[in-house]
């Protein structure tokens, strides 16, 4: 009889160790090591982004991605792999920063220095662009958004681009976070540090580059630069894996049109692409509805028009429309409600536009950028200062041949050190005094106008009611109605005076401006020109003033003669380029 196998005590240990080698755990574990260990940054980025950063199922799971991120963090601390550790706890926060996390400011800053510490600049630019991210998006503080994006360049500029091979869509970020507070040529300067690349990263990224640029181009007024650019893009796309693309330049060349008035080109360029193929992408679908929506509403096509406003409020009620499209689509809910007579909902959506409006205005925030922007250059300034001080000084001592002198020049240092934190703590204690009393004359200014323009839409439906039954002779319209009538005119005397010091307070060089540009402007014109700027139509002007529309026209044609503006440019276009 042939001998039998039997398990020995040393048989189920080799048992074992196989089922371990072969279990899920570990083969993850290797692939871990094998993909993120002894790799150069880019190759370590790219095992990153598909497999955690593009993952949106793992995403999705809060729970799961959390523990694959701490296994990576396990990983880095066994093989005692520094930039690996702080590459998961990166990868936390930024998972973080979208979640309302309480304790995020705090552990990016923290990071932030930690990076700083051991000077791994991949990480010093990444992790200042996502706090600019969070200040942006999150916090609507686009003074500190720009400024830590403007902070990323000091470490991205001396990268090369092998050893970040993400430099150029970074370059892309700080250029879109300038355009959009409203500095174009800073942005300019970024697109085109950018473009020096050849877009081995992301070939999307040309795409994203020239849109931005077409974007800046239709701001500085430029509108043929701008279709210029967005229809290479058009054209360059069709027919490509970069269906987005195609679809954002075509809705962009078509809003282009409109604001011209070339309602012929609009249409052709929306019936272009199929509704079905636009479906997949939310926001692009949309704006296009929006487009077409308001080429209906300006060509007096009430039925299509209603269609299209329909088709998007369940969007609106779920709280799904895209933030780019709000204020379009409430303007145009605004007008779909006043058409269909719904007065009470008319009058809910335009509280809504009117603080939509506010919130997005990122031009209100124009001092804090400003700020934030200074403060970058003289921390550049101060950080040379450093240096060159650092070298006189070693200069300095080695020619210092008497150790009492020597003692005396330090003693002589501390005590300007000192003088000098002394006397900037005092400058630092009066300027927040000043700062305080400032932001709270604005909001209080703000609170002012808001009020203003609220009484505004209200006191204008009142007027509408009272006029109806003027012109229709109603029975009704007894002599109290003509005294409610006539205490509705805003701008008397008295209120002129507190809104023109609550309005010089939000815009504090506007009359100014009017005044330096022509020395025949009005108290009369002014007025016309404050309340054209809070964008209020000639109707609503009219009734405020308690003048006719007519007036409102012939003071508006007075006030571009007097001020020289173009017959084809509005007075808030003129104003705009003439504080640039």
Known sequence: MGKQFQFTGQGFYYFYILIFLFSPQFVQAQIYAEFLLDKSYGERQEFLVKNYYNNHALIKDSVAY?????????????????????????????????????NYLQEINEFINQADRLKIKQLQVRSRQALGFHYFYELNDYGKAIFHFLKSYEYLENLKEEDFPEKQEALLNIANICYNVGFETKALFYLQEAEKYNYSYSEGLKYNILNTKALIYNKLGNIDMSISIHNNVYNATKNTKFEEWNIISNNDIAMLYFNQNNFSKVKSYLDDLTMENIERFPCQYQQRNILYAKYYLASHTYPNFFEKVELLIPYFEKGEICSMNKIEFLSLLY??????????NTLIIAD??????????????????????????FEILQQKEKELNRSKYITYILNFFYVALIVF??????????????????RLIENQTILQKKEQEISQANSFIEKFKSDIIEKNKIIDEMTAKIQHSNPNFQETDHELLNKLVILTEDDWLRFKKEFTILYPNFF???????????????????????????????????????????????????????????????YREKLK
């Open 352 to 377: 809504k536009l009117l603080k939509t409006i506010k919130e997005s205005d990122r031009t209100i925030q124009s001092n804090e950028v400003k700020i934030a922007i200074e403060q970058n250059n």
């Open 512 to 574: 100014e401006t009017l005044g330096n540009e022509s020395t025949q402007i009005t108290p009369a014109l002014k007025r016309l020109a404050a309340l054209l700027y809070l964008r209020l139509n000639f109707q609503e002007i009219s009734n405020t003033l308690g003048i006719s529309k007519d007036s409102v026209a012939r003071t508006n044609r007075r006030l571009k003669n007097v001020l020289n503006i173009p017959k084809d440019q509005d007075f808030i276009d003129w």
């Open 66 to 102: 959390n523990k694959e991120i701490e296994k990576i963090n396990q990983l880095g601390k066994k093989h005692k792999d520094q930039e690996l550790i702080l590459e998961s706890k990166f990868m936390r926060l930024n998972y973080l920063s979208s979640r309302n996390y309480r």
């Open 335 to 344: 007008s779909y409600y006043k058409s269909k007579s719904d007065y009470h």
């Open 409 to 426: 020049a330090i003693l002589t240092f501390i005590f300007i050190f000192k003088r000098k934190q002394e006397l900037n703590r005092k």
